[in-house]
């Protein structure tokens, strides 16, 4: 069993951004110390938000980092091109001594597509031959690529990533068409923050036995998901601290065409969030690594909320609830 951080940096628009940079670096230093596993970061172009970007970040956090891994969570891989995305992400695999976890996703936000000039209908398709022209790329030979978007004549990557055939990729995916098509291609499938359990673990089970049928073992398999965490002595003390943060920060996706963030937010309130005491959010876990889930990815802060709220809730999970789940 894994748990990881995810950071959320993204902020109003004109805040200090040196300033939120070494309080994650604070932050950072203080989960590796508590003893999580992994670190991701998130990543959208020309947001409502100020969201820095995520290689630059996790390239800062690497000396502070320790043994963690760190990730994206996700890389919109659809809006670059595959040379860019192999070399970049081969450097910070460089730099962080192979401890790099290429998360990706297709995108949804018609504006990030229109400025880049990509259609958004192509999306999926321009993800999965991205990852395999850059995989190919990571091998070090040279290679010759004519496909539907992407051509490459006879050329090789001058940075190769430590680990080897490349860092581990985990797809996002929010419908069960994509699930079916992550589970094809034998990758892990990183499961949404903001749905309900039933639907995180049905989807997961019905993974699990596309990835089977489709000849792939379980042996080391990662399972991951990203949860919102907030351990206080009750679900309602939690929600106190952070709900106004944790329903502003899924507030500003509605005007991304997500309104069931406003419409349906009793319902994602009460059976997505890890919010209430530490043995509400035990059995939570325990729930979740039954179905099959075995790295936790949480995030612990949210719009408005102050950084010391978020080192609590860290500290306090791992001090009374981490300890469970260590064997």
Partial sequence: ???GILLDHQYERGDDIARRTGELVEYVQHIRDLGYDSVFGIHH???????PQPLPLLSRLIDHSGRMELGTGILILPLGHPVHWAEEIATI??????????????????????????ERRTRVSRMNEALEVMQRLWTGEKVT????????DGVRCSVLPVQEPGPPVWVG???????KRIANQGLPWLAPSNVRRNWAVGNLADYREQRRASG???????????????VADSFDEAYAIAGDAVRRSYGEYVQYGMDYFESQWEGIKRKALFFGSP???????QDFAEAGFNHFVFRAQWLGLPMERSMEIVERFASEVMPRFRT
């Fill in 1 to 3: 069993m894994k748990f």
């Fill in 45 to 51: 172009y020309l947001s409502s938000l100020s969201t």
């Fill in 93 to 118: 695999d460089q730099m962080s001594g192979g401890r790099f976890v290429l998360g990706i996703g297709a995108g949804y936000r018609e504006d990030e597509f229109a400025s880049f000039g990509i």
């Fill in 145 to 152: 690529h004519h496909g539907k978007h992407f051509d490459l």
């Fill in 173 to 179: 995916a929010n419908g069960p068409i994509g699930i």
């Fill in 216 to 230: 792939f073992g379980e042996e080391g398999a990662v399972f991951p998901i990203h949860r919102d965490l907030c």
């Fill in 279 to 285: 043995d509400d959010i035990a059995v939570k876990v």
